[in-house]
């Protein structure tokens, strides 16, 4: 059984920063890509970043959706069994809320998000 559950979320000031952290039971955080999405009102649930499977390999691969490149970094303890998501330089379209995602065995987990305001 996967469990997925987010943490950090508030309410911050454009240009503020906040790390939002997903403790992960039911998986290994650093056997299989884990992710953060995003979905706000009215809007598609989209991927933010995500990060791959260390198995194998020095380095993991990650990948940032455009709008959040160079803001926002994803990574992931092993020991605390946890992935973040630090996010800085924050702006009012980052407003949404956020889902921790993992995928293993070839099925795909979510957690119930965490909410992010992003206003002045």
């Known amino acids: 059984q996967v469990r997925l559950v987010e943490s950090g979320g508030g309410l911050v000031q454009p240009g503020g920063s906040l790390r939002l952290s997903c403790l992960a039971g039911?998986?290994?955080?650093?056997?299989?890509?884990m992710a953060w999405y995003r979905q706000a009102p009215g809007k598609e649930r989209e991927l933010v970043a995500s990060?791959?499977?260390?198995?194998?390999?020095?380095?993991?691969?990650?990948n940032y959706s455009d709008s959040v490149k160079g803001r926002f970094t994803i990574s992931r303890d092993y020991a605390r069994s946890t992935v973040y998501l630090q996010m800085n330089n924050l702006e009012l379209e980052d407003s949404a809320r956020y889902y921790c995602?993992?995928?293993?065995?070839?099925?795909?987990?979510w957690g119930r998000g965490t909410q992010v305001t992003v206003s002045s």
């Open positions: 039911g998986v290994i955080v650093t056997r299989n890509t």
């Open positions: 990060i791959g499977s260390a198995f194998n390999t020095p380095v993991s691969a990650t």
């Open positions: 995602y993992a995928r293993r065995g070839g099925a795909d987990f």
